[in-house]
């Protein structure tokens, strides 16, 4: 006998879960790409998009998930001999830098370890130091979808403009846009990059890039034809917002997932509803964690995402936990990414929660009692009140 019967929920940071709005939307034949519904709607997509980033930079979007993105907006603004500052908080930072380091561009990382969020001051310092502007960008990621952490953008603007240094602030915003409140324009961010597959709740395979007049002002000449964002951005006919042939049932999907979003109330609602499910989940988290091992890696609440939640449980019981609900319970929990300790090369101690996108109330609360079935089944020790702890943040909010 098992109880996975019925619906599953992928509870990983990504790809999130797809309402069926959104897998209906993209059921139908394929719509024509010359002229009429679907040419309309890419360009009514755009402001969209733009009032989900909170800016009026443009955007180019490509037919690729978060990687294919990252190389995009690298590629248009840093040319090989320039130097990127990556602020490392986790893995996916350094990963952004390592496309750039593939691309002749000099990689400084800045490392602020696997608990914490960058420092902005320490950014200062830094920059203070590079009279002769040899730093191109700052590469840095909004949420880091290993840790959990959630970095202060705002401040790290600040940071830059007090020690007066002209480089782009680039900002990977794939886990949190649609879940994290991220102010493209009054944070002063130069480029911004996202994709479809996780708070914006279409599948994988779509990259957005966003980009201020700054940011274009500094176009590398040298970028390859796919990549140009200049094309994507100001195109003079509907192939070129694509570089050929539209991804036309992703479109679709999206159409349905933007309009889902608008319904809702907006960003500050969509923001609102992760806020209090993310806080529903620290709460049993914490309760958990005053009787075991569990604890959420990120100790101060105010440096968490609201898309994911990284956590620690010793030993193997991470990879243990992550088996028996998936067994049991039909929830699908995300791997320790990139997490380890000195007895746990391989990060079986660790495990993620995803709480991004088209989730609710019974989902989140659905997968913590899972979880706390597994804790017992498996005899992983843990406090009581979990689930009353989570249930009084909804019922407070
Ligand atoms: C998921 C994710 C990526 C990578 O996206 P892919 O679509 O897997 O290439 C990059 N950065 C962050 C912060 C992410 O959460």
Redesign the pocket.
């Known amino acids: 006998m098992s109880l996975a019967f019925g619906r599953e929920y992928l509870a990983i940071?990504?790809p999130s879960v797809s309402p069926d709005r959104v897998l209906n939307a993209m059921h139908q034949s394929a719509p024509n790409i010359y002229e009429g519904a679907l040419v309309e709607t890419v360009a009514g997509m755009i402001p969209d998009l733009q009032k989900v980033a909170r800016t009026q930079a443009d955007v180019a979007i490509y037919i690729a998930?978060?990687?294919?993105a990252?190389e995009g907006a690298a590629m248009n603004v840093l040319a090989p001999g320039d130097t990127a500052l990556v602020l490392a908080t986790g893995r996916?930072a350094a990963?952004?830098g390592m496309i750039c380091e593939r691309l002749g561009v000099t990689v400084e990382i800045m490392d602020f370890g696997l608990k914490d969020a960058l420092n902005p001051e320490a950014v200062r310092a830094r920059l203070a130091e590079d009279s002769a502007g040899a730093i191109k960008a700052v590469v840095c990621?909004?949420?880091?979808?290993a840790t959990g952490v959630l970095n202060d953008i705002e401040a790290l603007r600040g940071a830059m403009d007090a020690a007066g240094h002209d480089a782009l602030l680039m900002v990977?915003?794939?886990?949190?846009l649609g879940c994290d409140q991220f102010e493209m324009d009054s944070w002063g961010v130069d480029v911004m990059v996202a994709?479809s597959?996780?708070g914006l709740m279409t599948p994988?395979g779509l990259?957005f890039v966003f980009a201020n007049d700054k940011a274009q002002g500094r176009q590398n000449e040298s970028v390859s034809f796919y990549w140009d964002w200049r094309n994507r951005m100001h195109p003079e006919m509907f192939y070129q917002y694509f570089g050929g042939t539209a991804p036309t049932h992703h479109l679709l999907g999206l159409r349905a997932a933007l309009d889902m979003i608008e319904e809702e109330g907006g960003m500050e609602a969509v923001w609102h509803r992760h806020d209090v499910l993310a806080r529903a989940a620290w709460a049993a988290f914490d309760a958990w964690g005053q009787g075991g091992p569990m604890e959420i890696n990120i100790a101060d609440p105010d440096k968490r995402s609201r898309a994911v939640t990284a956590l620690a449980l010793g030993s193997m019981n991470g990879t243990r936990l992550r088996r028996w609900v998936a067994d049991n319970g039909g929830v699908t929990l995300g791997i320790g990414l990139g997490m380890s300790a000195p007895d746990d090369p391989n990060g079986d101690g660790f495990f993620r929660l995803g709480h991004m996108g088209h989730i609710n109330a019974h989902m989140v609360i659905g997968a913590l009692g899972v979880i706390e079935a597994g804790l017992v089944a498996l005899d992983i020790p843990h406090g009581a009140g979990a689930l009353s702890a989570a249930a009084r943040v909804l019922a407070q909010a």
């Not at 998930?65 to 294919?68: A, F, I, K, V």
């Open positions: 940071p990504g998930n978060g990687h294919g990252w996916f990963l952004w990621v909004h949420v880091d979808t990977d915003c794939i886990a949190s994709a597959q996780k994988p990259g």
